[in-house]
């Protein structure tokens, strides 16, 4: 049962997650003279070399999700509970993308220049959409183990 299409979706997920923790997810260019800022997950390397570790709960929220999607893959014995982990992981994810919007505008203006966003981003989007397929995968099974017991 751990071959099922559900299993690749979560582990796509997980590597997402894993990705986006590495790279940086956005740059602060000055609207002045002054060296761009990186945003990490976990800090903000200024241009100068120091870092601002005010942006930990990025850092904080993948790091969470991570684990969940990769224990969900051997709850294919409880399908529910596995379907709910998949729920609870897209809130997850989502609200990553809520605090990364919050510490994109609020940051930029405290550094005084414009945000942009880094294709890394994007990775936890991609990844809330990969566990909706495996939670619509699992549900999908679990109908059809429902399907067969009627049937006996």
């Not at 570790?53 to 993948?62: G, H």
């Not at 609020?106 to 294709?119: D, N, Q, Y």
Request: proline share 4%; charged share 15%.
């Amino acid at each position: 049962m751990i071959q099922r299409k559900q299993t690749v979706y979560l582990l796509i997920a997980a590597v997402l997650n894993i990705i986006c923790l590495c790279l940086p997810i956005g740059r602060f260019v000055p609207e002045t003279m002054g060296m761009p800022s990186e945003m990490f997950n976990l800090w903000i390397a200024n241009g100068d070399g120091g870092r601002d570790f005010s942006v930990w709960a990025l850092f904080a929220i993948l790091l969470v999700s991570c684990p969940i999607a990769l224990f969900a893959i051997f709850l294919y014995r409880n399908r529910r509970l596995q379907a709910r982990m998949c729920l609870f992981n897209m809130v997850l994810l989502l609200g990553w993308l809520i605090v990364y919007s919050i510490f994109a505008f609020t940051k930029g203006g405290e550094l005084h220049s414009e945000f942009v966003p880094e294709i890394a981003a994007c990775l936890p989007f991609v990844s809330i959409v990969m566990h909706f397929l495996a939670h619509k995968g699992i549900i999908a099974d679990e109908r059809l183990v429902r399907s067969m017991d009627r049937i006996r």
